[in-house]
Antibody, heavy 122, light 107 residues
Framework: QVQLVQSGAEVKKPGASVKVSCKASADTFIGYYIHWVRQAPGQGLEWMGRIYPNSGGTNYAQKFQGRVTMTRDTSINIAYMDLSSLTSDDTAVYYC???????????????WGQGTTVSVSS | DIKMTQSPSSVSASVGDRVTFTCRASQDISSWLAWYQQKPGTVPKLLIYGASNLQRGVPSRFSGSGSGTDFTLTISSLQPEDFATYYCQQANSFPFTFGGGTKVEIK
C-alpha cells in the first residue's frame, strides 16, 4: 500500500524554523511530485509548493518565497519542508501529498501523508 | 494568483438528495481541476481529477463537470458518509490554489 509517512508534531517559538519530513516509497520518488499543503485550525487548504524528487526541482507559492525550502534525500526516499521565521499565523497542520508527473493532465493529489501539527507560540 | 471561488460555502441536505456545488476560477484553467473531500480530523481524499475523471475507488454517485472557468461537483444520491467539506483545486498555474470549500451538512 502506498504511503507517505510524516514526522511528528512540533512546537516552536516565533522566529524559529521547522523542518517536516515525508517518507515515501521508491516509485513515488521517481514518478511523482511531492506537494506541501497546510491547513490552519478551522480553515481551508493552502498550497505551499512542490518538489520533483527525481531532479530536486521546486516550485513555491510566492507567499512563501524566501521562507520555505523543499528538499529531498533520494538515498532514503524522504522529502523535507523547511519553513523559517515562524509566526503564530504558521500554526497549522502540514501535509505532504503526491501527484503523478504528467504533461497533458492533472491527476490530483492522490496520496496524502497523515499530517504534521506545527504549533507556534511564545 | 488564480482565485478559486466555491459556492455555496455550506449546504444542508438530506440522505438521498442530489447535491451540486460549484467552483469558479478567476481565469481559464482548461480542465486542470481536482476535487477533494475532507471529513473532520481526517486527511483530504481525492475524488475527481482532470475536472471530470473519477478517482479509482470513489463511488460513482460522485461526478464532476466543466472546463474553462466554471466547474461543478455533483453527488447524485447523498449518503451518510458524504457529509464533509469539499474543496476544488486548480493546477493550471502556480500557485495551485484551492477554493474555500463547501461544507455539506445534515438537514
Amino acid at each position: 500500500q502506498v504511503q507517505l509517512v510524516q514526522s511528528g508534531a512540533e512546537v516552536k517559538k516565533p522566529g524559529a524554523s521547522v523542518k517536516v519530513s515525508c517518507k515515501a516509497s521508491a516509485d513515488t520518488f521517481i514518478g511523482y511530485y511531492i506537494h506541501w499543503v497546510r491547513q490552519a485550525p478551522g480553515q481551508g487548504l493552502e498550497w505551499m509548493g512542490r518538489i520533483y524528487p527525481n531532479s530536486g526541482g521546486t516550485n513555491y507559492a510566492q507567499k512563501f518565497q524566501g521562507r520555505v525550502t523543499m528538499t529531498r534525500d533520494t538515498s532514503i526516499n524522504i522529502a523535507y519542508m523547511d519553513l523559517s521565521s515562524l509566526t503564530s499565523d504558521d500554526t497549522a497542520v502540514y501535509y505532504c501529498a503526491r501527484s503523478l508527473v504528467a504533461v497533458r493532465n492533472y491527476y490530483g493529489l492522490d496520496v496524502w501523508g497523515q499530517g504534521t501539527t506545527v504549533s507556534v507560540s511564545s | 494568483d488564480i482565485k478559486m471561488t466555491q459556492s455555496p460555502s455550506s449546504v444542508s441536505a438530506s440522505v438521498g438528495d442530489r447535491v451540486t456545488f460549484t467552483c469558479r476560477a478567476s481565469q481559464d484553467i482548461s480542465s486542470w481541476l481536482a476535487w477533494y473531500q475532507q471529513k473532520p480530523g481526517t486527511v483530504p481524499k481525492l475524488l475527481i481529477y482532470g475536472a471530470s475523471n473519477l478517482q479509482r475507488g470513489v463511488p460513482s454517485r460522485f461526478s464532476g463537470s466543466g472546463s474553462g472557468t466554471d466547474f461543478t461537483l455533483t453527488i447524485s444520491s447523498l449518503q451518510p458518509e458524504d457529509f464533509a467539506t469539499y474543496y476544488c483545486q486548480q493546477a493550471n498555474s502556480f500557485p495551485f490554489t484551492f477554493g474555500g470549500g463547501t461544507k455539506v451538512e445534515i438537514k
